[in-house]
């Protein structure tokens, strides 16, 4: 096996599909996972098998990948642009879309230029800053849910919200307690617009158990995890599906530390901190739950520097092949672009920051 | 053209690689350019052409891809490994290499495996703390020189050291008194061990005007450079050859924000520091030079957020595209694995994480 590669416990995605599928129907949710952190057509015949129907991805690129591999009912959840108009009329031609839209000029201009019916959420602003009207900006929405309405193409679906300031929670009582009056806002929003809400980080989905007044949740990182999501409790580490596996190259006895091959082009430079502030870029599965677990401590383009505790480095040699769960496992993956099973098949994805010809 | 994309602008990489040409020429210094950066073998052309004969690379495997495109005589500046002996003697049937080591045994168990003799430098850890032999433990060095004399296939070259904490200096000044010291050592182990001194991260080369006791430099970055580099003082932002080019997708004059088709998958997730501590992970190139540069303040996997000044977030509408410094163009070149003429020629190039059979 080409060394470093990233290998996929199947199982273990299966497992984790299947405990979000249970909750979906518990609550009677409609489950549209987010496929941007596999992005593999393989992996997401694993969905299938589990009776999902509908997903969402994060480029109009992504939409046409997984439309050419069969799937039929995708959600793009980034705000839409009148440029991409071409493709969606293209994907419509196969598949049924869900956009997302902030903006009533952008609405009627794509409006102009669609061929046939395109479904849309407005999407929300929950507090992350990041994209959408402020939930409360009733004047806005109220503008925009009416041009949707005198749109000949366009037609309003609800609302589409990503918490994605839960991933600065540290605990599932935090992430609880950023959600609750969030909920209680979608609710407000609902019953004033009508229409649904769709709803879908990985550690709210993870972590809560109920899910008042939502219709739909989206989420993609669970299929996989990562530290990071156990770092803020959305999983065990038992439960995280893909892991690195790098050759140690170097050994530094004094410092405690090895160098392997795993860079930044490998593992991505996200990171969460440590107690001591100080970055973490993967950590190794072999001691991960002890009390001084071996971490990478910095990535250069093709380098790892892997902080052992003593106890840890005298079991290492030069030579060996380390496993580390990755920090991020969707930005790992993007990098990595294919998955090696544990019977050694390789499952081949998209790559979103690959060329990729629509056109 | 597909947004969001990477533009390059080969007139300037041809005045940057004619600039370090001349640095190299009048200091008598060996140029031995580091291709990691561009990793593309039409860039690796304009080098030929300015009469460049040897190249340094990450990884055998990028070793193979400009191997099979005519490159003859190829250094691989990571510490070699003895599972790539397969790899190297497939390599060598073509190609003359030069690999790094730091550990006699690894040498011994290398040299037995390989078919064809390959010249070897020590690498000598110049304080960093990455990779290396510390260049005052003389025993560790004589050691492993003294093996590599007794061995059929290696051939002692001499020392490779790569300063990678230039890029923690913060002025031209801040380098120079980096390096000076790290001369001198250089120097003491030329005197005493014999053989050629490697040298060459894109700060020092760029900023030194000397390079005493140095025989060969190996820089990368100063093909492309970046903001980061203009950051430590290496280069002027004109001389910067390659810009991301992302759709603006909302406005949010409210927080002096807008949105952009533009994230982790194509930046990557490398920063600097502005002086309120804050991360940057792009700059918007209109105003780059005024008292309140824009830029990115955050990336997620897709969206990318940039911060304005509010006599810019004027001037940007809805549909823009606008044009952005990378902060480290290797990771982004890595991620968007083509870059895009002035004239619309599209450029391919290799892609360390991506799949690549070897084998």
Known sequence: MRLPYLSIDTEKVEANIKKMVSKAVQNSLDFRPHFKTHQSKQIGQLYKEQGVKGITVS????????????????????????????????????????????DSEVAKKLDSKLNSPVSVYIEIDPGYGRSGLAFDDFDAIKELKSTLESCKNLTFEGFYTHCGHTYKCRSKDAVKSLI????????NLKQTFGGKIC?????????LEHFDGIDQISPGNFAFYDWMQYHIG????????VTMHCEVVAKYE???????????????????????????????????????????????????????????????????VL????????????????YVTKTGEVISQFGSGAPYQLY
């Not at 709803?199 to 972590?207: E, K, L, N, Q, Y």
């Not at 999983?235 to 599906?241: D, L, Y």
């Not at 071996?294 to 990535?299: A, G, R």
Request: glycine share 6%.
């Open 180 to 187: 609750e009056p969030i909920f209680a806002s979608l609710g």
């Open 323 to 338: 496993e580390f769960y990755p920090i991020h496992s969707c930005l790992t993956a993007n990098l990595m672009r294919e």
């Open 234 to 241: 959305s999983c065990n580490p038992e439960e995280i599906a």
């Open 59 to 102: 480029s109009v690129y992504m939409a046409d990948y997984f439309s050419s591999h069969g799937w039929k009912d995708i959600t793009i959840a980034f705000p839409a642009s009148v440029s991409f108009a071409p493709l969606y009329n293209k994907l419509l031609q196969n598949c049924s879309l869900t956009l997302l839209l902030t």
């Open 254 to 320: 004094q410092r405690n530390e090895v160098l392997i091959h795993g860079g930044a082009v490998h593992f991505s430079k996200d990171f969460i901190l440590n107690n001591d502030n100080e970055p973490i870029y993967g950590v190794l599965v072999d001691d991960c739950q002890s009390n001084s677990p071996s971490y990478i401590k910095s990535l250069s383009q093709e380098h790892g520097i892997v902080s052992c505790s003593k106890s840890t480095i005298e079991l290492i040699s030069v030579g060996d």
């Open 199 to 207: 709803f879908g980080d990985t550690p709210s989905c993870s972590i």
